[in-house]
Structures are given as structure tokens and as C-alpha cells.
């Protein structure tokens, strides 16, 4: 499976955001007006199949780039989940170099374990915590 990762919301349609956040269950009631404010203010990222050209995952991130960030939205198409898609998508964000000094937060009800592999902790339920990484000898 040929697939790249994007950055950046000028590269993504915010349509196939749409599609994709309508089959989840956070987000399917979102308005396309909220759907298109939330993608113009946080950093998105894409994974678009090479052939065809499909959005097929998605995830955004909220931060202030000196303490934490907020990693939301995280979704892969259901025909393509199960094929380590969400792992290349959440390795691809975490370990970017503006987000690993910095506390990641996110809110879910499912897919822990992905999460755990990065380092979050579950901290009350759904919120789950990645602490920022330690500087050795800064």
C-alpha cells in the first residue's frame, strides 16, 4: 500500500475532512463551517493514498509550541484501518521535532493501546497524558 503523509491544511480538503469526521463518533454532527475554523487554526496532518488520490486518514494538533499540545481528530477511513496507518500517523506527529519536548494530551475512549506505544498515560478515564521528554545534558 502506497500512502504518503502531508502537513499542513492549505494541502488537505477540508471535504474529505468532512467525510471522514462524519463516520466517527465525536465528530459526526460537526458543521462544515466548525469543521473548516478548526483545520484554520491547528496543524493538520493528511495520509493521502498515492493511487488513487485519497484522503484516507487525518489528525490535527493544538499547542501553544513551548508546554503541551492537544493531539485530536485522529482518524483513518474505515475501509483502511487495521493496516498500521493510525501508527504511522500518530508516530509521524509525535516524534516531529516542535512536539517532543512538549506534554501531548488527547481525549478517547478507544484505541489505548495505539496511544500507550507513544507514551501517553491514561489519566482520568479518556484523558490520556504523554509527558515531555526529558533533555539529557541540555
Known amino acids: 500500500m502506497n500512502y504518503r503523509i502531508v502537513e499542513g491544511s492549505d494541502k488537505l480538503d477540508t471535504r474529505d475532512i468532512a467525510r471522514l469526521l462524519k463516520a466517527t463518533y ?21 495520509i493521502y493514498m498515492d493511487d488513487p488520490e485519497k484522503l484516507i486518514g487525518f489528525a490535527r494538533v493544538i499547542s501553544d509550541y513551548a508546554t503541551s499540545y492537544y493531539l485530536c481528530d485522529v482518524i483513518i477511513d474505515p475501509e483502511y484501518q487495521h493496516q498500521g496507518l493510525g501508527t504511522a500517523l500518530v508516530s ?8 517532543t519536548k512538549l506534554r501531548g494530551i488527547l481525549v478517547t475512549r478507544d484505541a489505548h493501546d495505539l496511544y500507550r506505544r507513544f507514551g501517553f498515560e491514561a489519566a482520568d478515564g479518556r484523558v490520556m ?4 521528554e526529558v533533555l539529557q545534558n541540555p
Open 26 to 46: 465525536w465528530a459526526d454532527k460537526r458543521s462544515m463551517d466548525t469543521i473548516e475554523k478548526s483545520v484554520r487554526h491547528s496543524s493538520c496532518y493528511g
Open 129 to 132: 497524558v504523554k509527558p515531555p
Open 92 to 99: 509521524h506527529i509525535v516524534t516531529s521535532p516542535e512536539y
